[in-house]
């Protein structure tokens, strides 16, 4: 990534400056780094990426106005998920997680402009990327649709499940979407990143209110 | 940054991984002219568990040979001596590095991709026309192509993961061992030759593993390295289940020219028929 940008960064959104962005040659093109638990809104022509094991990223954007962005998230084990009740309940612990890095997506998009009936979701990941683990890349997948089915919001592409880990680059202005299968030698990198995102989630509990809108 | 040198860190790794006897005795005997199949034979009939392997290996479709091999010395002459060295190599190397472990990567993955990148190699072998081959020698070369990060992975894990983590930032453009370059001034395939060199491995094999992300390099067995460098590329597509090269890292010109094999006809039988063989060859080659 040595040559330098042809273009100057965009100027990030308010609250999103702290996301760390830099220029790929490749794409030729900026693009934020998203690690789990993060999520990124812009309504420049930029990418936003991230690499998943079993976390899942949905990418939104207004397809009128291109104000977009990802998230990267994942619902925390808990007593009555391994019960196979968590759907029971829906605004259990576990959930709240997933609801809460939807909300704030979609919610940042409302309020920087973007129409909710314009809104077009793609959602990639939660993969089974360790063997012999519970398939908790399921769970999450099966959240996203049933929340996305809720919230009566179309899915119009989507990469779930499977064993590998991804990497997901997503361009908000357009649309446009990269997926790559990463290598396996990179699975226990991903995880590790994505068990001290439930480790920090765990110790920080989310507020029972969710802002709806 | 630690300024460890390459033969340092391979030196502190011999205390740890050896390679067990059968192999280093099969290997002076391939090397001494005035041995004899019967020589091999005997030093392979002291190791029971070897026995077993070489017995069920010569009698799996993998040789596909028509009768029944039931005898050591009739499995040293049908396979020939070189090939039973490769075959040691092969069957011991797994169980010789589990003395290294490390949190960066499972031995199921890393085998995994080495034994895929071995099959590949072997495939690719027999399609070669520029000059002879030899299949079970590149299949020996895929399997410890990337040994050097078990290497790596378990004495400089900081460092190490900050190569990984510098791949992932990057949106996995950067490959490894450029990463592995930028964070520690080596790469794998380095550590990997300098093990080879300090193991007595044969020539063929240290030139495969030190080169096999930089043909370029190859003085004795550019073919044979070339080789591996193209499987390495395939194995990954077959790890990863496409048929888009796209998808993976590119191969270098050069290995192509170098082997005369030309891509388009080439990458995508050859990884249907490495995806078909991985199961059976899992069972043999790591035991399971």
Known sequence: MAPAPTQRLPLALPGFEHVRRAWHNAYEAFAARLLPGEYYVTQCDEGVYTTLGSCISACIRDRVSGIGGMNHFMLPASASAEAGGWKSTDLSDATRYGNFAMEHLINDILKNGGKRQNLEVKIFGGGRVMKGMTDIGARNITFAHDYLKTEGLRVTSEDVGDVFPRMVLYFPATGKVKVKRLRSLHSNTIVEQEVRYLETIAAKPVGGEIELF | ?288
């Open chain 2, 1 to 288: 940054m630690n300024k460890t040198t390459v033969a340092e860190l391979v030196k502190g790794i011999n205390d740890l991984v050896t390679l067990p006897d059968v192999f280093i005795r099969i290997n002076q005997l391939v090397e001494d002219p005035d041995s004899s199949t019967a020589d091999i034979a005997k030093v392979v009939s002291q190791d029971p568990s070897f026995t077993v392997r070489l017995l069920r290996v010569a009698n799996s479709p993998f040789y596909g040979f028509s009768s029944t091999i039931d005898t050591v010395s009739r499995a040293v002459s049908v396979i020939g001596t070189s090939q039973i060295r490769n075959l040691a190599l092969s069957t011991a190397v797994a169980r010789s590095f589990e003395g290294l472990p490390n949190n960066l990567v499972s031995m199921e993955n890393f085998w995994h991709h080495s034994l895929y990148c071995a099959l590949v190699a072997r495939i690719l072998a027999r399609q070669v026309k520029v000059r002879r081959c030899e299949p079970d020698a590149v299949f020996t070369a895929g399997l410890l192509h990337d040994i050097g990060e078990l290497v790596i992975f378990n004495r400089l894990p900081e460092q190490a993961k900050e190569s990984l983590l510098m791949v992932l930032d990057s949106g996995d453009e950067i490959p490894v061992y450029q990463a592995e370059n930028q964070v520690m001034g080596f790469d794998h395939a380095e550590v990997g030759g300098e093990l080879a060199r300090q193991w007595s491995l044969p020539p063929m094999l240290e030139e495969c593993i030190a080169y096999h992300h930089d043909v370029r390099q190859a003085q004795r067995y550019p073919l044979e390295t070339a080789v591996v460098h193209i499987a390495n590329i395939l194995a990954l597509m077959a790890e990863i289940d496409t048929l888009d090269p796209a998808d993976v890292s590119p191969v270098d010109p050069l290995a192509w020219e170098i082997t005369g094999l030309v891509a388009a006809e080439v990458i995508e039988p050859v990884v249907r028929e490495a995806r078909e063989e991985i199961a059976e060859a899992e069972k043999l080659f790591l035991g399971k």
